[in-house]
């Protein structure tokens, strides 16, 4: 994916590069408001990272004034402040998801990878497929390698984020966000606990498992 | 002092003062002017009723007796006691007949009735003379050609007129004055109350927080305005010592863990080490700067609650977040070897912030979860609380709080001894309570009455119902 890091701390901005290159994506940089909407505007990426405080353009009025003129690229809002009412500004102002610093790198490449998928595989699909996990969304029905898996309410909505999201890592956060939509942290290893349950349901009596474990970040399911 | 002029001319009460003193003394020169006049008139009008009494009364005495009558009635007017009158009657020739002066005391006048002033002069006593001045009535007799005049002395009336203006001219500049100085006294007073204030401003910004501005107890607008003042300082030092509280406590609570990453780091560059033994140094490091890294971020949060910072309100259902989150915490306390209860009433409403309230349930669900050993339970209800409230509880079987720690716990950064063996930054309790003090109600920590040494705790969230 091609992405577009507008941020203005040099250190950060090379950060966020160096996570996003070992992540398989390759990055333009801009230091300041005006200048990223420029670039934003001109070429075609995958992916916008907007930091909040800017020179020139703070994040909020760059991604409002992008999103007025029609830009339709996924960005991701970064911001040091990390409470609630900051978060749904930047989400107002036209951000598809939201990061407060300071944030692990997997963090940042886990949900700079789910926003690219975004804009491609959203529109109407009425089944998901990973490997030979079988999720039917209309009737509700998952099957692996043809037999039927009975899952909770919330288990079946996570299983359908991670399989939306096959093959890419999915934090624990995001899970909370956006299986939850808790934007909270409910501190015991809540969320590792109904992963292990949903992996006692996929992948116990198979051979190859699906579900992993990605150490100091979160989960994929091998697409 | 820019104008030279002391404080309080300056002040607007002073100027309030001037106005008033001006309107006061427009209107006591109006009052004063119309009672000098109408009591002059009045006085006059008087005298001029009872000169005709006196006439009509005579007059009778004419008709019905003739002029001796006439004359005989003068002369027992003029020898009855307390009369103020003086009388002078004459014949058409011009001779008296009876009265008090030798000889008519005003020329004649040609017509039958007119109103009269004349001095004359009184003997006294002792034999001088004094001039008197009069006032009265002439009338001539028709029918006889005659004449008949009654005065009385205006020294009495004259007296009371000088009185009154005497009365006037004093008053008139002494109420100006006290007028003006009253206005200068309340506007010092004014001034001196204002200008306590600003010095006790002035005291907390040179960092004597303690300072409060003095109240009289009068229950005046100053007062008040001093008892808000005070209650906002009261805040302010609140506030400020929770901020240095958490300074120090940053300070503390850090040291260690920065310490410890310090320590690990410095072995690591110490010796050679094996790229897996690297790498595992390495990730021990960032799992504990991102304990560090949670810490503040819990800290700025609980600061930002406290200042009032965060947090938006809205009616939402309250179970629907309990039930959520006891499906949320089910399987974790199935990991821990809990036994977990759920008992969650329907459609319970209150006004809050969902993050918020998630949050301290969670930190309470969290606190239960890690301080409960194996085999252990944990129930969590929500139910309708006394007066109104809305009561979110969790119970569990540990170790519990000692009352006369129960206070503390709340508190940032405070743990008990017994805890400090567990993960933890000593916030969580010390977060739920500033939410529940931002929606209004209260956190209350309670023995579960469990077993002696295992009493449990209950602790309970208390919100406002919506």
Known sequence: MRVLVIEDDAEMASFIEKVLVEAGHSVDKAIDGERGLELARSADFDALVVDRMLPAKDG????????????????????????????VQGLKAGADDYLSKPFAPSELAARVEALGRRQVGEPQVTSLKAGDLEMNLLTRKVTRAGKKIDLQPREFRLLEYLMRHAGQVVTRTMLLEKVWDYNFDPQTNVIDVHISRLRAKIDKEFEEPLLHTVRGAGYRLQG | MKLGLPTFLRTTTFKLALLYSAMFAAFSAALLIYLYYSTVYYIRNESDRRLDLEFEQLGNAYYTGGMERLSQSVLERMTRTGSTYFYYLEDSSGRKIAGHFQRMPVAPPVVDSKTVYFDFDQPEPDGSMIVRSAAGKFVRLRDNGGALLVAFDTAQQTAIVVRIQRAIFIAAPIGLILSLLGGVLISRGAASRADELARTAEAVMGGELGRRVPVRGSGDEFDRLGQRINAMLDQIEKLVDATRHTGNAIAHDLRSPLSRLRNRLEIALSQPLSQEAASATLNETVEEVDRVLATFNAILRLARLEAGAEGERVRMDVSELAEELAELFDPACEEAELTFKSQIARHLMILGDRDLIGQALSNMLDNAVKYTPAGGAISFTAARGPDGTIDLTVVDSGPGVPP??????????????????????????????????MHGGELILRDAGGPAGQPGLKAILRLPRA
Not at chain 1, 61 to 67: F, I, S
Not at chain 2, 411 to 434: C, E
Request: charged share 25%; aromatic share 4%; net charge positive.
């Open chain 2, 404 to 437: 006369d720690a129960r206070k503390t716990v709340v508190q940032r950064f405070q743990r008990l001894d017994s805890a400090r063996t567990q993960p933890g930054s000593g916030l969580g309790l010390s977060l739920v309570d500033s939410v529940a003090d």
């Open chain 1, 60 to 87: 909020l009025t760059l991604l409002k004034e992008y999103r007025e003129a029609g830009g339709k690229t996924p960005a991701l809002f970064l911001s040091a402040l990390g409470d609630v009412q900051n978060r």
